[in-house]
């Protein structure tokens, strides 16, 4: 006798995700639900629920699991080369949506204009790393640049890669930035320190040292206003 296939119960729960999304939008998903719907993509051949919930479990949150390195995501079962290169694509993604708002922005005019793209850009960070954004008379972004990288919980300072970035493509201000790994966004005595100095250094050039945001993946503190962002 003929074997009659079965049905692949994946297609047609795909198929109602898909369908949610596009009749309800994000808003009708739970954060497992979305992953799952992504995963789908990079694992088409297999169900993405089971993974999707223990990813979001295991890290905490939808937005943690897009935090994660490489390394870390590697380590949860079922998860892949391929799987990670289609996270980590996710992320660069969605750095590139804010890079492109604060490019495109007429001014910088707050913290608040850049806090979003600088949290993705290097935010989640496992090691410790110094940002320079540079400015023009406009406060208009010319470039901006990750000149220092450390280990987990600190980078060196040093001044004059961040104002070589500045003096190359003839800044007239600078913002810097950098993350804490471990989340805690609050600034310590040597961040003021640092501040103070770059400053002063930066104004021997001509250079407005606008502010020094210091960020995690969910917050970014300045150090102009004090306030969290």
């Known amino acids: 006798m003929e074997r009659i296939p079965e049905k692949d119960?994946?297609?047609?729960?795909?198929?109602?995700?898909?369908?949610r999304l596009l009749k309800a939008g994000r808003e009708a998903f739970a954060d497992y639900e979305l992953l799952e719907l992504l995963l789908a993509y990079a694992i088409p051949r297999k169900d993405t629920?089971?993974?999707?919930?223990?990813?979001?479990?295991?890290?905490?949150?939808?937005a943690a699991v897009l935090d994660q390195p490489r390394e870390r995501l590697l380590e949860v079962k079922d998860v892949g080369p391929q799987t990670v290169t289609f996270l980590l694509a996710i992320r660069s993604a969605m750095a590139r949506y804010f890079e492109q708002g604060?490019?495109?922005?007429?001014?910088?005019s707050s913290p608040d204009d850049v806090a979003n793209f600088v949290r993705i850009h290097i935010g989640a960070n496992q090691r410790e790393c110094l940002m320079a954004l540079c400015l023009n008379d406009a406060n208009r972004l010319l470039h901006h640049v990750t000149v220092?990288?450390?280990?987990?919980?600190?980078?060196?300072?040093?001044?004059?890669?961040?104002?070589?970035?500045a003096l190359l493509h003839n800044a007239t201000g600078l913002i810097m930035v950098h993350n804490h790994p471990s989340g805690d966004p609050v600034p310590s005595e040597n961040?003021?320190?640092?501040?103070r100095k770059l400053r002063e250094l930066a104004a021997e050039f001509g250079i407005k040292f606008h502010d020094h945001l210091i960020v995690t993946p969910r917050t970014a503190f300045s150090l102009a206003t004090g306030k969290l962002l």
């Open 102 to 108: 604060v490019e495109h922005s007429e001014t910088i």
């Open 9 to 19: 119960h994946r297609h047609g729960h795909r198929s109602r995700l898909r369908a």
């Open 191 to 195: 961040d003021h320190l640092i501040t």
């Open 148 to 165: 220092i990288e450390g280990t987990v919980d600190r980078a060196p300072f040093y001044p004059r890669e961040i104002l070589k970035a």
């Open 49 to 62: 629920k089971a993974l999707a919930k223990n990813l979001v479990e295991r890290f905490g949150s939808f």
